[in-house]
């Protein structure tokens, strides 16, 4: 009777699963197509609603809207687990921030949470929307957790909490899916779209991880911080002819304070994933190669107790299979080797052989977190202990209150602290390494759960020596080397090497304090600063109320105030107190009204009208460029390459702006063969001329990074390139901080002190002959990063201002405004745009 009893459950209880396998609707026939069938690809809009249907049908997937993209779209992520698990969430979630502070935990205390916590997975798919595999992969992985009931599943989700983000870029998705259906059929089909595939940086979209710039970037912290997950796997594609899937471990080197449990994790689920795909028969599955783990604009999770593992497939059409014949194959997987034992030997490639290895991928990940529950969650216990019992130098940062530039020294300890950070504040003044620091410093300690993360980004970095091979050249960085806050946004900083003895209080929130505004009464001028970003805004805010804007040209006191060359001043009105508050609103700025009139040279303009130069080659640069404007309230316009070619610039801009873009893209732009007619071809030779026309008649042509080149080679300015023609072992500097000294009478250099910081990424270096040197690089330039033949650049220019007819030419030889991280460097940018647009008169 027993037995019966026990089949006749049985019997239903499988009834039960069959019938809830049936009641949830598969990727195949909500799209009416299997997911990765030739030139078949579900968009955005297909995407979320797939996934509210399985949030809806399966008890064991939520999912929940984050926010929205920069565009506007819903953000969504998808949690999957077990129902019982679902029941328990936030308990779990709770493990993990706990176990995240080994200071509040007894080591009782701590082995029960990690006999009781889970392994957290989260799966980023597609940030790189052109990339489009794995957020297709996406709806059928997440289908088989909800249906299958197979006991590798459930293994999974017993013991895994997996954090899915169907897309990482939502907005992207749906234009590259709009851009290829468009041109299915056509000459372009598969073809490269000409703008980029978000609303701002496109590609860059993981280069933000430390910055938090972007909408998409703060939404995943959000998800990331609720639950530092162990493992996050990263879905990308690169070119067709290499491997068919790089899984790490990654090449050397890793960043420094990256944990060596960490590193190792990496190597241990990137051979097991290799190691699962290749017995299944995929073949092409390759580790160790190109790609590093310095940089952590890549990599927040390194700081945050998760590995990375990248996942680089190789690229079809978007949608469109490619043959590529074995002859075609790159040389480097042609041959079996350690880091891949079995090769792929060429033939048809299809969206859905990227959909199957994206797949097993992420399933392999999952059966490792699963089966090792319990070494994922006690390792991570362990990164944080270690990072909490640090006993070395340095000890501690200390970031002083008084600052050139307070409001962007707050702006970085709220990227700190948005990482995680504790910050401190001094309750009373205290000495270190024989200083005195006021009440009110701030102090970042160092042995504290994510000490990693503030440590790489207030030290200076120091690149290791690798060889290419035994007696070999160096080997050169993969992607940008330095990333020291302090020098990048101009924040002063000082490291403590002794441990330190104040009595400090964790912030809260950073808060700016209020401005101020010294009103006075028969005022005729109010003036301000140029040391801040913030007064910077505040000059935007009032050219947009009409203000004309003067630059003192020379020194000068008033009411026994001495003020700096370089103060901002408006005359006054009757209504500029009131125009004032307004403008100063969120800013940390200062008016002072002054009784008289100053008598001084002075630079003046009103609101210039800036056009942005726009190139269908779809510039990552053109897009931050923009962003940056943005952020710091300049209006611009963007122009085309139809808009240069018509000419008549002068009539509409008095400033136009060329992002980083080699001359070849700005004259020549996009082939005729790779895009519509409509987007091919650059500015062309009339473009050159119309904007020859437009700056000798008065216009200013501000050129940032490489773009220099298009003014040495087409307006023949008086001004060489010494970085051209010099070979990568000759001179190489990917991406490094570099110090630079001002001439401190001119301009664009108002706001400075003598000595700065710029950041150099495979930049030009000028020697002038006919122009302003402005700022040159100091002897010894090297602050942070990576420089091969730094002889170069000795005594050499960084930025330079050439008369040319009425107008001038401004290069900026360093990217002024990169990636939204240089704040220190922005200033040069914006004092360029406004002195662009001005004239030296007497007040
Ligand atoms: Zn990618």
């Not at 796997?233 to 060596?260: A, C, K």
């Amino acid at each position: 009777m027993r037995k019966i009893k026990a089949l006749l459950s049985l019997i239903i209880v499988l009834f039960l699963f069959q019938n809830a396998a049936a009641e949830i609707q598969s990727p195949r026939d909500f799209l009416g197509f299997e997911v990765g069938a030739d030139r078949k690809l579900a968009d955005m809009n297909q995407i979320i609603e797939y996934f509210m249907i399985l949030g809806e049908q399966s008890p064991c997937i939520q999912v929940q809207e984050v926010g929205k993209t920069a565009m506007g779209n819903p953000f969504i992520v998808a949690v999957v687990t077990s129902e019982n698990n679902h029941k328990h969430l936030g308990k779990y979630r709770q493990i993990q921030q706990r176990l995240a502070d080994p200071r509040k935990l007894g080591p009782e205390e701590a082995e029960k949470l990690i006999s009781e916590g889970k392994a957290v997975v989260m799966v980023n798919c597609s940030i790189h929307a052109t990339e489009i595999a794995a957020c297709q992969m996406s709806m059928e992985l997440a289908y088989d957790m909800a249906t299958k009931r197979d006991e590798a599943t459930r293994e999974i989700l017993d013991n895994v909490i997996l954090i899915l983000t169907p897309m990482h870029n939502p907005d992207g998705i749906q234009m590259v899916v709009d851009w290829y259906k468009k041109y299915l059929g056509t000459e372009y089909e598969g073809g490269r779209m000409p703008w980029l595939y978000n609303k701002y940086v496109g590609h860059d979209n993981n280069r933000d991880w430390f910055m938090f710039t972007q909408e998409e970037t703060k939404l995943t912290i959000k998800v990331h911080n609720a639950w530092h997950p162990h493992v996050i796997v990263d879905m990308h594609q690169m070119g067709s002819t290499g491997p068919r899937l790089f899984v790490p471990p990654f090449v050397d080197p890793y960043e420094p304070n990256i944990d060596p449990i960490l590193r190792q994790e990496v190597a241990m689920m990137g051979t097991f994933m290799a190691t699962e795909l290749t017995s299944e028969g995929k073949a092409g599955v390759m580790h160790s190669m190109g790609f590093d783990a310095w940089t952590p604009a890549r990599a927040y999770h390194h700081y945050h107790g998760g590995i990375r593992i990248l996942t680089e497939a190789a690229s079809v059409q978007i949608a469109t299979p490619i043959d590529i014949p074995e002859e075609r194959l790159s040389p480097q997987v042609k041959q079996e080797s350690v880091s891949m034992p079995l090769p792929w030997k060429g033939g048809k490639w299809t969206l859905r052989d990227i959909v199957d290895y994206d797949y097993s991928a992420v399933r392999a990940v999952l059966t490792n977190a699963a089966r090792l529950r319990e070494n994922w969650v006690r390792n991570y216990y362990r990164i944080f202990k270690n990072a909490v019992e640090r006993t070395e130098p340095p000890y501690s940062y200390i970031i002083p209150e008084k600052q050139r530039d307070l409001s962007t020294a707050l702006k970085m300890l709220d990227i700190l602290k948005t990482g995680g950070v504790e910050i401190h504040r001094a309750e009373k003044s205290f000495t270190a390494g024989g200083f005195e620091y006021p009440e009110g410093t701030f102090i970042v300690y160092m042995a504290q759960p994510f000490g990693g993360f503030a440590k790489t980004l207030l030290e200076p970095q120091v690149y290791p020596e690798i060889r290419e091979f035994q007696g070999g050249p160096l080997k050169t960085p993969y992607d940008v080397v330095g990333h020291t806050l302090p020098f990048l946004m101009g924040v002063e900083a000082v490291k403590a090497d002794e441990p330190l003895e104040a009595e400090t209080k964790i912030v809260k929130e950073i808060t700016k304090p209020s401005p101020a505004i010294d009103l006075k009464k028969g005022a005729l001028f109010y003036a301000w600063g140029h040391d801040s970003n913030d007064d910077i805004v505040a000059a935007n805010r009032l050219l947009d109320k009409g203000y004309e804007i003067f630059w003192a040209a020379e020194e000068f006191s008033s009411g026994g105030t001495l003020y700096p060359e370089g103060t901002m001043l408006v005359r006054c009105s009757d209504r500029t107190g009131d125009d004032l508050k307004e403008a100063s609103k969120n800013l940390i700025v200062r008016f002072r009204g002054m009784e008289e009139d100053p008598g001084i040279k002075v630079y003046s303009f009103r609101k210039p009208r800036i056009g942005l130069y726009k190139s269908w080659t779809a510039s990552m640069d053109e897009g931050w460029t923009r962003f940056v404007l943005e952020q710091f309230e300049f209006q611009y316009e963007s122009l085309f390459d139809k808009d240069i070619r018509a000419g008549n610039l002068a009539e509409d801009f008095d400033v136009i702006i060329f992002p980083d873009l080699s001359d070849r893209s700005i004259v020549q732009g996009m082939p005729e063969e790779a895009v519509p007619p409509e987007y091919a071809g650059g500015i062309g030779e009339t473009g050159v001329k119309n904007i020859d026309a437009f700056i000798q008649n008065g216009g200013t042509l501000v050129t940032l990074n490489s773009s220099s080149e298009f003014a040495i080679k087409r307006l023949h300015v008086g001004v060489e390139n010494r970085a051209s023609g010099l070979k990568r072992n000759e001179f190489f500097i990917p991406g490094s901080l570099l110090a630079v000294i001002n001439d401190c009478d001119h301009p664009i250099t108002y706001g400075y002190e003598r000595d700065a910081v710029v950041f150099f990424r495979r930049s030009p270096v000028f020697k002038v002959f006919d122009g302003k040197s402005v700022v040159k690089y100091a002897p010894e330039a090297l602050l942070s990063g990576w420089v091969s033949g730094e002889e170069h650049l000795t005594g050499q220019s960084a930025l330079v201002d050439i008369p040319f007819g009425k107008g001038r030419v401004i290069l900026i030889g360093f990217p002024a405004q990169y990636r939204a991280q240089s704040h220190g460097s922005f200033k040069y940018f914006f004092n360029s745009l406004f002195y662009g647009a001005s004239t030296l008169k007497d007040m």
